[in-house]
């Protein structure tokens, strides 16, 4: 039954897939670029190098995953439980977590911002592959411990290198657009992988994410370095000077980052287990092949966010980024309520709709919310930096916490659970609603 609905999901997306490699191959536009005429974007930008840019981002996805999403139904094969499944993944959250506002630092000084993807994204790729090869604790460890690392980096790199193209004025839309591409990235990888997996194994999947690395790595060579304005990148005017904020003092001086932080880091404390937990628990109720069926929960979850990374981008001009984090704050919830009542491939398709909906309007609204607020200070990648250290926190001991809980008093409450950590970022971002309202409108320098 199962595997005949994969078959004709199969049939129905793969045209679609087959048209976005195509066209991102070729360097056409799946998705409007940023119109180089427009008013919102001044630079002299090529369309070559915005198509660079795309391209990254839709190969860089797979990369950044390698086996990543597959890990848990892997190491449960190995003789793993959930609850060391979920440390393991927590250890290498937490490194992430630590490097982020350093790594932030670290691109908003460099004029090399290009070598902050092809670097990690080697270290990436190399660390998965030894997961292949053995699957002792401390090795598993340290592999998601150099992952997570690397990903550290790319994130805000690829960030910064967008706000050095496009500039502030044009950064909303191109992000929109970025994000679309890489869901559509992830949408291809995970079917790729699903069935790569499924027809030839795990090492299989590595081989992918290995070749979507090699793309990544031409595509972002394929831009100029001169086409990146390095005091642009890290969101300095012209005429400006540098401010002394740096790592995560610019969350303690600015009041909405602060709030925007810890309101995230409620929403992934919940949001991090959700979907590795959901994956196994349908294996261990047998709900068919569990590679399938993971790669399914990406499928699904990213094909959405395509579509909800370039809404959330038109709602962000139109009614501000306030409105768009308070729908992805709601999503969870409900979503936890689905999943603890429907651990099977029927529940599969609302589960992860809105995990598509959350994830796909946050990807959008976070960047471009920290960017807007920082906009003018010199430190738009270290306040990345910091906010995806502070929501790192909670990502990275989801896991741990999803994982032991699930392991004591089983998935379905483990669910409920989950769900209800969200609730504390909807009530942050209603309590202080005046204060963000604000800081969504109008530019909150840091002092």
């Not at 890489?182 to 499924?198: Q, T």
């Not at 027809?199 to 100029?224: D, E, N, Q, R």
Request: some cysteine; proline content about 3%; charged content about 10%.
């Amino acid at each position: 039954m199962v595997r005949e609905e994969v078959g004709l999901i199969y049939e129905c997306v793969w045209p679609k897939l087959e048209i976005i490699v195509y066209e991102t191959l070729s360097g056409l536009a799946m998705f409007p670029s940023v119109d180089m005429n427009d008013k919102q974007c001044k630079s002299q930008t090529s369309p070559k190098i915005i198509r660079c840019l795309q391209s990254l981002n839709f190969f860089m996805a797979d990369m950044q995953a390698g086996i990543g999403p597959f890990l848990g139904i892997f190491l449960l094969a190995h003789g793993w439980k959930s609850g060391m499944i979920g440390s393991v993944m927590t250890i290498g959250g937490m490194a992430g977590m630590l490097m982020t506002a350093p790594a932030g630092a670290l691109i908003d000084a460099t004029k090399r911002k290009r070598m902050y993807v092809v670097i990690p994204g080697i270290f990436t790729v190399t660390a998965s592959a030894v997961i292949l090869f053995s699957q002792n604790f401390w090795i598993v460890s340290i592999s998601q411990v150099a992952t997570a690392i690397a990903g550290s980096a790319i994130g805000p790199a690829v960030i910064g290198m967008t706000l050095g193209i496009v500039k502030q004025a044009g950064f909303n839309r191109q992000n929109g657009y970025n994000q679309a591409y890489n869901h559509a990235g992830n949408v291809v990888g995970a079917a790729l992988s699903g069935y790569l997996g499924y027809k030839f194994g795990m090492h299989a999947i590595f081989y992918l994410a290995a070749f979507f690395g090699l793309l990544s790595i031409i595509s972002v060579l394929m831009i100029p370095g001169k086409a990146i304005d390095d005091s642009a990148a890290r969101g300095l005017n012209e005429n400006e000077t540098d401010t002394k904020a740096s790592g995560l003092s610019v969350l303690i001086q600015c009041k909405p980052l602060l709030i925007l932080a810890a309101a995230l880091a409620c929403f992934h404390l919940g949001n991090g287990a959700m979907l590795p937990l959901y994956g196994l628990a349908a294996a261990t109720k047998n709900q068919g092949d569990p590679t399938i069926f993971v790669a399914m929960t990406i499928i699904i979850a990213q094909l959405v966010m395509i579509g909800v990374s370039i809404l959330a981008m038109r709602m962000a001009e139109k009614r501000g980024y306030w409105l768009v984090m308070l729908i992805s704050f709601i999503a969870l919830p409900v979503r936890g309520l689905i999943a603890a009542h429907l651990i099977s491939h029927i529940g599969l398709y609302p589960v992860q709709i809105l995990d598509g909906i959350g994830a796909g309007l946050q990807s959008v609204a976070v960047p471009g919310l920290v960017a807007h607020i920082l906009n003018g200070t010199g430190r738009v990648n270290i306040g990345q930096g910091a906010v995806m250290t502070v929501q790192g926190l909670g990502a990275s001991l989801s896991p741990a916490i999803g994982g032991w809980i699930a392991q004591g008093i089983g998935y379905s409450s483990t669910f409920l659970i989950l769900g209800c950590f969200a609730t504390i970022s909807i009530l942050l971002w209603l309590v202080f609603s005046s204060t963000l309202k604000t800081a969504c409108e109008t530019t909150a320098k840091v002092e």
